[in-house]
């Protein structure tokens, strides 16, 4: 666990007890603070590894605002926009710091080196893939963050280790102590822009992690775009490097692994590469790592295959640019999207269609998602997973190829789905569910 012990005596609120705001109660607690609690939704029972005395479940009104040190939000809990938590408004009101449970764990003071990657797009198999490579290295690594465990609930490598970071533009915005030694900035696309005000908001939350690297440290932008060629000229810290990477960078042991298929993973590998090579590593370690990465659930994951025809989940595409990204990554695509759309609805898929035979349509977007793809491909509109994965299975068989049928939505999961991964699990559950049937598989004209 890693313990804000100069936060000891402390009293804090704590918004929100999901799984950040349950690891930074047990933070809290081994540091000799006194958190008070309050979640809109969970039951109130105390995490283990807290107690009465330092674990005070109060709505937020009745916190004791006169003597807060700090407030502790979940990411998932607006603070500015598009209207901040009552709590969260109130903590400003009295000057009292809103902070994450990210800056909890950087307050342990690690003497491990910290890489901290964040991006609209593929920071999560980024931070997955750095953290495979150093541990096939032989390393001490612990990962966490905005994927796997909090970060308060990391065991400290400690010296000569390395704890890798995923941070969302919600935590970079609540975690001053952020100093990373390697920062990184994979790449920016419109998301999430109703919680930061806006593009301009949502690019200041990304570009805190150039201006917050440590002097000495480094700074990575994984794309050339535009964005990122703005973030190479912000002012830095002494003697911080700035580097853009290429996906001609990427190591030879990335074409050895399917999970980092398509262009996108190129630059996601060779921005890690470049992680691993300014470390010290020789390029043998970085292929050995790259080659032997399983890859992360619904992020272009193989979840069945019959015949000539594969399932592909992808279902972590929730905007036009991760799908787009998707669809260049293979041939013979019969494609299912749709769900919750975002403000540009199907967005840069649109543009990406050369390989797409047809789209089955599904979710609250499924007519604008027709409209806009008008003229484009063919498309059908199903609405529900269920009814497009059938479709799509039924055409695909005609196909004299190899054919991918391809869940990758360009739009978010909660019009019909708790959660992008509860999406993945349907899909893939309905991909076994064919791919077990061997009398629904009447083969493609090929064979």
């Known amino acids: ?5 100069n936060m000891s005596g402390q009293r804090i609120g704590l918004l929100g007890l999901g799984r950040s705001g349950i690891a930074a109660a047990r933070a809290l607690a081994a540091a000799g603070a006194v958190a008070y609690a309050h979640d809109d939704k969970a039951a109130k029972d105390t995490p283990s590894g807290c107690s009465s005395s330092n674990f005070i479940w109060q709505g937020w009104q009745d916190w004791p605002w006169d003597e807060l040190d700090a407030v502790v939000i979940s990411p998932g809990i607006p603070h500015l926009y598009p209207k901040p938590h009552p709590a969260a408004a109130k903590a400003t009101t009295f000057g009292i710091p809103i902070i994450s449970e990210v800056e909890l764990a950087l307050r342990a003071k690690s003497d491990a080196t910290l890489i901290a990657i964040t991006g609209t797009n593929g920071k999560s198999t980024c931070t997955a893939l750095l953290g495979h490579c150093l541990t096939k290295a032989g390393a001490k690594v612990a990962v966490g963050g905005n994927i796997g465990d909090a970060a308060c609930s ?3 490598p400690g010296t000569g280790g390395y704890i890798i970071l995923e941070l969302s533009s919600y935590q970079l915005e609540t975690t001053p102590s952020l100093a990373p030694d390697f920062g990184v900035v994979l790449n920016i696309t419109p998301d999430h822009l109703d919680r930061h005000g806006g593009m301009d908001g949502y690019v200041a939350a990304k570009r805190l992690m150039v201006t917050a690297t440590r002097a000495g440290g480094h700074v990575i932008l994984g794309s050339d775009d535009d964005y990122m060629r703005d973030f190479a000229t912000v002012p830095v810290a002494d003697k911080v490097t700035v580097t853009t990477v290429t996906a001609s960078e990427a190591p030879k042991g990335r074409d050895a692994s399917p999970a980092l298929k398509g262009v996108h993973n190129a630059h ?5 590469a470049t992680v691993m090579r300014m470390i010290g590593y020789e390029e043998s370690i970085i292929d050995a790592g790259m080659a032997s990465f399983a890859g ?3 992020r272009l994951q193989p979840v069945g295959q019959i015949g000539h025809i594969g ?4 279902s972590k595409a929730t905007n036009g640019v991760a799908a787009a990204k998707a669809l260049m990554a293979f041939d013979s695509i019969y494609w299912i999207a749709g769900g919750l759309a975002k ?3 199907v967005g840069a898929a649109g543009n990406a269609l050369g390989a797409v035979k047809k789209a089955y349509l599904i ?7 027709a409209t806009q793809l008008a003229g484009k491909c063919t498309t059908e509109i199903h609405h529900d997973l269920n009814s497009a994965t059938y479709a799509a ?4 068989q005609s196909a004299t190829s190899a054919a991918h049928i391809l869940l990758s939505p360009a739009a978010a999961s909660f019009d019909q789905f708790d959660s992008f991964e509860a999406r993945g699990d349907a899909f893939a559950a309905l991909a076994a569910t064919l791919c077990a049937t061997p009398s629904s598989f009447v083969g493609g004209a090929h064979a």
């Open 1 to 5: 666990m890693m313990i804000p012990h």
């Open 154 to 156: 990391l065991k400290d």
């Open 268 to 272: 996601n590998a060779a921005t890690m």
């Open 296 to 298: 992360l659930p619904h």
């Open 311 to 314: 399932f592909i989940n992808d």
């Open 343 to 345: 403000d540009d609805g």
């Open 363 to 369: 979710g609250a977007s499924a007519d604008l998602f």
């Open 393 to 396: 299975f039924a055409d695909a």
